[in-house]
Every structure is written in C-alpha cells, then in structure tokens.
C-alpha cells in the first residue's frame, strides 16, 4: 500500500499496489530540496490533523498540490510528508521503493526553490543525491521555478540536462535503462552530490543499481561499501574496480565514495570477466597481470574509456606479508592507474587476486633492486668490480630498476686490475667474473653467474679466438668510452654474456654453460656453492635510505612506511678446495671409466666403436654447457 496526499482535501489516502496502475490512481510526485525539518510540514502534521498552515512548507505543499490537480492526478506524493520517518521498516520499504514510485508516477513535479535568484543549471538541487534519481526515473517531469512558473520538460531540456549531469540523453528520455551504462558511468553521475546523512549517498543510488538492502543509519562510509559488495553479487562488470585513487598510498578494491568515481562518465564494460567473489572481507578476482615495480603488478582491468578502444584501464596491486594477499596502490602514476594497449596484452598471465575490502596493513615496501653489501668472490683481489646500474642511482652499491622495467636490475663485471684480458683455460674458468642481478614474474631474485673465458659480445665475430685490444677496451666500464650507451645496451641485453662462459652445478660439470642462482622471495638463500669456494648470502634487510637519483629526488619506492627493505648480497670466498683440480681427477676417472668399457667390448669380441665413446663424452659435455639452474639445495 502507498500513502498519498489527496490534492484537493491534503489529507492521506491510501491505495494498494495492485491498483496504482488504475486511470484514476494515477499520480504525482514532487522532486525538491528540503528545507530546513521545522519548515517542513511532517506526517505527524497530517496524521495528527495539527494547524501547520503557517510553516514554510505549507506554501510549497498547496503550490504542489494545485499544479498536480490541474495535471489531471487526485493523488499527491511528498517525501517531507508521505513517509512515517519514525516506523524503521516503513523508511526501509520507502527507500528501497522509492525509484519505483517515482518511475510510475503520471508527472514528476521539480521545484526549484532558488530559480530565478539563481540561474537554472546552477541551482541546489543539481548538487543533492536523491534528486538524481528523481531526474532518472519518472518518464515525464517538468521543471518549475519558485513562483510556481513553467521552465521547461524534462525533454525539452534533455540535452543541457545531459551536459550538466553527465547522464546521457538517451537514458533522460527512457530510451534505454540505467543498466545500460557502466559501474562506473552511473556512480560518477552521483559523484559530486551530496546528502545531509553520509549513509544517504549511498541509499539514494539504490535504484539506480536495482539493489534493495537495510538501512543502518550511523554506519557512515560503509553504507558505500555495503552498496559496492551487494552490486558485485550480481554482476562481472569491472568498471567498479576503475576509479582513479586520491591520496591514499594504499586501498583495497572497493571504493569509500561516490566522489573516487569523479571523471568516469566514459568508463565502459568490456568482455571478457570471469567473474568476482566476495568472502571473509576478501575480494577474489582472476586479472591479467604483469611485473610493474617490486612486489607491484599492474592488472588489466576488463574495461577502458570509450575514447580508447585499443587499450585497457590498468591498476596497480601490491603484494602484502600474507601469501596470495594484494592491495591496490597508487605508484607515481596519476590515479594509481595506466592505460595498457591491446597490442600488448597477449601471452600475459592471469592471476587469481584477493585483495582485502579495508587492508590493515601497507604493502610490502621493497626497494627494486639489490644493495651489493660485499662482492668478494674468489680471486677478487686481482680485480676490481665494475657495477652498474639499470637506473642511476647516488649510491654506488645499489642497483635498481625503475617502475615499469623488468630484466636485468644491474651488472657486475670483476676486471683484472691490469685492464688487460684474462686466458687462462686451466686455472680461470671457476673463477666468478660476470654477475648479473634480476627477478622473475614472481620477484623471487635471480642471479646470473658466469666466468671470464669468454666475455665478450658472441655477434662480435668468432668466439673461439681471442679479442682484440679494441674489443677489450669497449667491454670495460670506463665512462669515457665512445660506444658507453651502445655497451649498456648491449650489457643489459640478454646476450652479452657469452652462452659459452660459465659456472659449473653443484661439484661437477664442464667448464662451460651459464648459471642462474634462483632465490626464493619467502626466505632468501645462505650458504656456499662448494664448486667456486663460493659464499653467497641474498637476505630482505632494512635499507637505510631509499636511493636517490642523480638530482637528488627520491626514487623506485612508495612512501608507505618510513622504513623500507632490500635484497641484500653477500658475496665471498670461503676456505675450501681446489676446484679446478678436483673436477679434472673427476674427468680423468670418467675417461678412464670410458677406456675400461671399450676395451672390455673388444675383448669380449663385440664391436668396439671409438666413435661411440666420442660420442658419450661429447653428449656429457654438451649436457654440461647448458644453462644451470641453481637453488638453496646446490648449496652447503
């Protein structure tokens, strides 16, 4: 049953719903600012047949009430009036109704109170919440100034209507529904208003999404926040994810107001979802990810702006102390967001990502790179260790790389200190002259290993013959080189280490290939690689600045904390044997093993086939160069 005003009587009639589409039930509503309670004539006014003729809000009562009449409805509606405020579940059925009421009403009657003392698309009411529904959901409505004088329809003035408010024409004039739009096209609609009660942002948008829920007066912002998890029980679309983020360094998905939605009125729906849930105050959501900074992805959001079809509104998450745990932040980028082309998304892994709906905690705050504490490796007082870093940085020992880059975060070249190339093939190739430090898809830390028996650039004509002077020049770290940017791009590049110069695994192998020491994010390694005399130590350990770049600002970090960490490295020499002369003893028993085999083979009659021995021990060799994984079970 809804409660009326009868036009001519101003007293309360009441029909059910099963009738209020009858002719002669038909009725109208009144869109309005409110004044201030005491002005308003109230339902206990009404109820209680009291003398309200000389409140304010009389006027405006009678003024509606005639205009309604002569529209040709008996009935009137008034929120002011027409709602017993102090029945909790009338006001519950009220506002959960209450877009319905107005979206069959016969004429939406909008009183501008300060129209013409202002003019018409500055006035109040274009700022308050309830009043967008209000201007949404009736088919017809016509816009009346103070005197009660005619402005225009909602029709007539569609097309100013939609510039002032964003709301496109076509959903003015009921030509298509609300739900045609975006998430986040419909929330910035309701971005710059406002409502008396912080709650009433969020209850006044209820019809616009179709969600009926309670109303919990005193819960403020998590009125928002209860809207936002009750829309996304019931639709893929992603736009709700895509506001731009204000000062916050980190957030959770979900945002505290209508007001973070400011500027998405082009944000549209693209397929492609596989959907979203919600469970113990997380979010869980399957996003197409790439590394962006440390322990920060950005994640591909299934949507864009409409003037950028070819790409993809992209957030950045960033991993929390709890395994599989994510908050959005906000990175140098404006809004905490980036435009991703399509052309690039291909091939990138999807992820499933649970963020929490109010994170208690900041992100993990590492630095994107490496702090070279001690690089002592064995022979390294012959040497001098050349570094440098894929981004510029004050500090000599760190190596970093910037937001948005991925590889290799620095190398360290141990030069002999004479500067002239070092060919030894019988005593140098255990010794660690190429180091090169990066991280994977996961940030686990990766350090890449190599000897000096070849390390030059394998494009730069045959490898198997020494390099001339020039060459060795060019592959040295001095600043004043002619070809400086040309060798670090080629340094940074996945070639420039020889794929013949390498580390052998664990205590055995050929003297060629390259090793890859992988380092697991959760615990770091510790311990020594007993073939090199080798002690390595990779450990998250608080950094005591974040680096600064040449002029001076800070850089590849988020100001979460006021204490960041770094992978910290270790290298040395420990006591141990010689591993040169123990692989040889090695080999020389395996050759001698071969020998035993094809001499028994002869004896016994069979064919003895030098080529096949040959070929074992060139199959062992080739085995050996290839590239070595390591990881803490390598190490003593």
Known sequence: TMRFIDAGTLEFVYVPDSEL?????????????????????????????????????????????????????????????????????????????????????????????????????????????????????????????????????????????????????????????????????RMSWAANRETTRVEDRAYSLLGIFTISMPQIYGEREMAFLRLQRAIIQQSKDETIFAWPMSDEPYTGLLARSPSNFAGCND???IRGSSGFSEANGELSIKLRAFPYGMETYCALLNCTHETLPDARISIFLGRLSTAGEYARVKKAKSGGQVMVPTSNISGLTERLIRVSLNPNEAPLNRIHGFRLRCIEPPGHTACEARVMSKHETMDDSLICLADGDQGTAGVVYMEGLDHFYSWNSSTEWSKVRWL????????????????????????RGDPTRKPTSEQVQQITFKPDAESTAEIRRQIFSNGWIASKAGIPSRSRGWPQGV??????????????????NLGISVQVLPSSAPPQSREGRPTMHDALSTMSYVWTVDLTEVVGGDPE????????????ADMIESCCLCFWGRSCDGGDMDERISQRRQAASQTKVLCAEDLS
């Open 515 to 532: 090793s890859i020491l992988k380092v697991d994010r959760e615990t770091g390694i510790k311990g020594c690689l007993q073939a090199l």
């Open 21 to 185: 589409s009858f002719e002669e039930n038909k009725y109208a509503v009144l869109s309005h600012r409110w004044g201030a309670a005491r002005d308003e004539v109230s339902f206990q006014d009404i109820e209680e047949c009291r003398e309200y003729s000389h409140k304010k809000g009389f006027a405006k009562l009678k003024g509606f009430c005639d205009l309604a009449s002569r529209s040709g409805c008996h009935y009137c509606w008034i929120d002011t009036c027409c709602i017993n405020k102090g029945d909790a579940m009338e006001m519950n059925e009220a506002i959960n109704s209450m877009y319905r009421w107005y979206e069959e009403s016969y004429i939406c009657i909008i009183y501008l109170e300060d129209v013409p003392t202002r003019p018409l698309f500055d006035s109040v009411w274009f700022d308050r919440g309830w009043t967008l529904q209000e201007l949404i959901a009736p088919k017809e409505a016509n816009f009346y100034d103070q005197n009660w004088q005619f402005i225009a329809s909602k029709r007539e003035l569609s097309q100013d209507l939609s510039t002032k408010t964003s709301i496109p024409e076509t959903v003015l004039n009921h030509i298509v529904k609300p739900s045609a739009c975006s998430i986040a096209q």
């Open 436 to 459: 090169k430090f990066g991280f994977d898809e996961e940030f686990n830390p990766t350090i890449l290993l190599g000897n000096g028996m070849r390390d030059y650039v394998v494009d």
């Open 581 to 592: 002369s123990e692989l040889r003893e090695l080999e020389k028993q395996e050759e001698k």
């Open 267 to 269: 944000v549209i729906s």
